[in-house]
């Protein structure tokens, strides 16, 4: 299901009763239906309740999502998403932080990349990890123009390029 966010337009995908995807643009679309995966673009209750609290979320109402998500990944990757969402709301996180926090210091590289192949931007909070220095470091891949939105609507200090 589209819907039109102040980050652009999104797609919002529901798996076995779970919100599984949030993707970021057409792109991030059409390589999952390339993959053969298969997407029924059918309005369910679960996606409504993941639109409002979205919007609940743009509008300054709400600070945490409470739909059902999940997502699969390497349990590396998993251990890094569970972790992204423990970072409050109007807090950030440097990958240094997030690698201590997984008992992984040296794999700071792996959690960019980690945060990288996150389904669920923004119900996992990935926007809210920033370089150590406050900088702001790629979103989704390059869209860190969609991050600057994020952090500003939530207060968080960054330095922008």
């Not at 599984?20 to 369910?44: C, P, V, Y």
């Not at 409470?66 to 990757?77: D, L």
């Not at 959690?111 to 996150?118: D, F, S, T, V």
Request: hydrophobic share 40%; aromatic share 8%.
């Amino acid at each position: 299901m589209k819907v039109d966010l102040p980050i652009g337009q999104v797609s919002i995908l529901e798996t076995d009763g779970y919100i599984s995807h949030l993707l970021l643009d057409q792109a991030q679309l059409d390589k999952l239906l390339n993959k053969g995966i298969e997407i029924r673009f059918k309005e369910t209750e679960l996606l409504q309740q993941a639109i409002f609290q979205l919007q609940e979320y743009f509008d300054g109402i709400r600070t945490n999502f409470t739909v059902p998500i999940k997502q699969k990944g390497t349990p590396f990757q998993e251990n890094v998403w569970e972790a992204l969402s423990l970072i409050p709301y109007g807090e950030s996180r440097s990958y240094s932080d997030i690698a201590l926090q997984i008992g992984k210091p040296a794999a700071v590289r792996a959690i960019g990349q980690a945060n990288k192949c996150n389904q669920l931007p923004v119900f996992v909070p990935c926007h809210r990890v920033i370089g150590k220095n406050s900088s702001l470091t790629g979103y989704a891949g390059q869209k860190t123009d969609q991050k600057a939105i994020l952090l500003k609507h939530e207060n968080i200090l960054f330095k922008e390029k």
